[in-house]
């Protein structure tokens, strides 16, 4: 967890691995056994159901909730809730 920052407020479950420089703002919830990836930003109010992972430069908006077993994979900004067992994609133009 080199240079990760936990804001207060947050609430981390357990068996949990938060990657270097990942950014857990205000009142976030991670449920347990998740991994958030280098640089992944999770916003304030947001809640990350157990067993997800958020990819590297991942950004998951405010107040959204990723279900459970997600998948967000890297780069990509989530702007709505995902359902649980949904991979959401970074999509290039």
Do not use: P, W
Not at 34 to 51: K, P
Request: hydrophobic share 40%.
């Amino acid at each position: 967890m080199h240079q990760a920052i936990v804001n207060s407020g947050a609430r981390v479950g357990n068996h949990c691995s938060i990657n270097s420089k990942a950014l857990i703002e205000h009142d976030a919830v991670i449920e347990d056994r998740y991994l958030i990836s280098t640089v992944a930003v999770v916003t304030g109010g947001t809640t990350v159901r157990r067993c997800s992972f958020v990819g590297n430069n991942a950004v998951v908006r405010e107040g959204i909730e990723v279900g459970e077993a997600c998948i967000v994979g890297a780069g990509v900004v989530v702007m709505d809730s995902l359902k649980s067992c949904s991979l959401r994609k970074y999509h290039h133009s």
